[in-house]
């Protein structure tokens, strides 16, 4: 009895050994993997959003963001702008008595923060805030560009708070961006002479965009 009960236990002791032996390479994927998944939380990414024609009066612009993860709440930025000759909506957005008079905006330049509000739909809509602060400029010239030399510039710091909601197909690295909000403008230079006119530059004024975005 003592005989078999000792080879019992040997068996024993090998069954284990060998389940033991067995499940390490799995243990050892599953840490793997593990540590791969984290590490893919942990990379960084890198948002860029291409924007046409804005309400600000931009033809284009870019904004360039770089957040700690693909799916983390908070990024950072920079953003970039510029605009061509126009009496649009977008320069009457900016500037009141406009009139027939040609405004443009030369360049626009400031630092961007977002901040996810919510993950919707599995991440595909996400709706958040922004905050945008940097400064433009303008030129404007009299009706037709009769005066071409006939130019005034006014260089202007703005402060652009947003809400907006991102929308992301299988919260994939495409989608689209859209926000608005209201902007509002700090300068000691509130009129521009143009011709027989003065511009004046609105304090505050309506801002929406829409944008490409792609997740790198």
């Known amino acids: 009895m003592r005989v ?15 389940a033991a032996l067995v499940s390490v390479p799995a243990m050892a994927q599953d840490m793997t993997s593990s540590s791969t998944g984290q590490e893919g939380q942990r990379r960084g990414a890198f948002l860029l959003e291409l924007q046409p024609p804005a309400l600000d009066g ?7 963001e770089v957040a700690p993860s693909r799916d983390s709440r908070l990024a950072f930025g ?5 605009g061509g000759w126009n009496r649009s909506l977008g320069a009457k957005a900016r500037f009141t008595n406009v009139g027939g ?7 626009g330049v400031g630092v961007d923060s977002r901040y996810t509000l919510a993950f919707l739909a599995d991440g595909t809509v996400r709706p958040f805030v922004g905050m945008t602060v940097g ?20 260089t202007t710091a703005f ?4 809400l907006g909601v991102m929308w992301r197909p299988g919260s994939g690295r495409v989608g689209l961006s859209a926000r608005a909000g209201p902007g509002f403008t700090f300068t000691d230079v509130r009129e521009l002479r143009v011709g027989s006119s003065n511009l004046g530059l609105r304090t505050v004024y309506p ?10």
């Open 58 to 64: 931009s033809l284009y612009g870019i904004r360039a």
């Open 207 to 216: 801002t929406a965009s829409l944008g490409l975005l792609v997740v790198l």
């Open 101 to 107: 008079n040609d405004v443009k905006l030369n360049f």
């Open 159 to 162: 402060l652009e708070p947003a």
């Open 135 to 154: 400064l433009e400029e303008f030129v404007a010239r009299p009706e037709g560009a009769a005066m071409p030399d006939r130019k005034d510039y006014t």
């Open 78 to 82: 920079l953003l970039g702008r510029a």
């Open 4 to 18: 078999e009960s000792r080879r019992s236990m040997q068996w024993v002791k090998a069954a284990a050994v060998g």
